[in-house]
C-alpha cells in the first residue's frame, strides 16, 4: 500500500542511515549518550503517536501505573505512576509503531557492525536481540520514575533506546524531564534531555547510566527497545538456570 512504500525511503528524506549510524558510534564513545532527532519525520512519527494512543484509549491495553507516593505540600498523596503495556508490533493498529521498532534495530544492527570495525566501544557488544517495545505513558498528576539503572545486574541487556511522542512539550510547564547522571562525567555534570515528539535517545543500560523521569504534569508517552549483548545474555540465562541469580 502506498503507506508501505512511503515507508522504505523514510531515511532518504531525513537523514541516510549511515550518518545516523556514524553519530551513534561516536556519541556511544565519548559520552555514553546519544540523541537523534526528527528521527522518522512528522507524518510517520504522528502515525506511531496515533497507534499509541488508540491503544492507550483501548480499556485493558496498558496496565494501570503503580502506586507511588508524591511529596505534595506538606501531605503525602498516593498517585499512579507510569502505565505500561509490551508489544512485539505485529499486533492489530500497530503497523506504524512495528515499523518504527524495524527502523531502530536497523540503526543499532549498523552501528554495532560500524564500530566493530573501528573499534569502538559499541563494537565490544554483539548485538544480536532485544526485548519487545515496552510503551509507557505517565499520566501527569506529578507521575515520574525514581533514580535508576536499567541494569545494575549484568542481565544482558546493554543498550536503552527511547523514542519520544509528545507534540509540542515544553518541560517548564509539563516537566517530565529525562535527567541522565553519567558515570564519569566530571564534576556533578548531567544529561537534561526533553521527551520532545520524533527523539530517539540512546544510553548505556548498566551502572554508566543512572538516570530519573522527573515529575510530568501532561501525559508523556515513550517507546522503549532494549537491545542484547549475546554473550552477557547467555551468562544470565545460565546464571537463572542454575540458580545462582541474585
Ligand atoms: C516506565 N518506565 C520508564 O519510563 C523507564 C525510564 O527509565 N524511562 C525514561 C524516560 O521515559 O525518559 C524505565 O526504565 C522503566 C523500567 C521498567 C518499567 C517501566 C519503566
Ligand atoms: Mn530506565
Known amino acids: 500500500s502506498l503507506q ?32 537523534v532527532d526528527n528521527f522518522l519525520g512528522e507524518e510517520k512519527g504522528k502515525a506511531v503517536l496515533g497507534e499509541v494512543l488508540g491503544m492507550y484509549n483501548t480499556k485493558g491495553v496498558f496496565k494501570d501505573g503503580q502506586l507511588v507516593s508524591r511529596k505534595g505540600s506538606g501531605d503525602l498523596k498516593t ?32 552501528a554495532n557492525k560500524m564500530a566493530m570495525a573501528s573499534s569502538g566501544k559499541l563494537g565490544m557488544y554483539n548485538i544480536d536481540s532485544r526485548t519487545k517495545a515496552m510503551v509507557a505513558c505517565y499520566p501527569g498528576l506529578g507521575s515520574h520514575y525514581v533514580k ?51 527523539r530517539l535517545l540512546f544510553f548505556w543500560s548498566d551502572r554508566r547510566n543512572p538516570h530519573e523521569v522527573q515529575p510530568a504534569f ?11 549483548d549475546a554473550i552477557e545474555r547467555k551468562e544470565a540465562r545460565q546464571r537463572y538456570e542454575t540458580g545462582r541469580h541474585s
Request: charged letters at 25%; a negative charge; glycine letters at 6%.
Open 4 to 35: 508501505h512504500s512511503s515507508w522504505s525511503n523514510v531515511f532518504e528524506q531525513r537523514k541516510d542511515l549511515d550518518e545516523i549510524c556514524q553519530n551513534l558510534v561516536q556519541d556511544m564513545d565519548a559520552y555514553g549518550v546519544c540523541v
Open 79 to 110: 498517585i499512579r505512576g507510569d502505565r505500561i503495556t509490551w508489544i512485539n508490533g505485529t499486533e492489530k493498529y500497530c503497523n506504524n509503531i512495528k515499523q518504527l521498532i524495524s527502523q531502530v534495530d536497523a540503526v543499532v544492527v549498523r
Open 148 to 198: 535508576h539503572v536499567d541494569n545494575p545486574n549484568r542481565d544482558g541487556r546493554c543498550i536503552t533506546a527511547i523514542y519520544y511522542l509528545n507534540l509540542n512539550w515544553n518541560v517548564k510547564k509539563s516537566g517530565g524531564l529525562l535527567r541522565i547522571f553519567p558515570e564519569g562525567w566530571l564534576g556533578d555534570k548531567v544529561a537534561d534531555i526533553e521527551p520532545v515528539f520524533d
Open 218 to 228: 501532561d501525559t508523556r508517552y515513550a517507546i522503549t527497545l532494549w537491545y542484547f
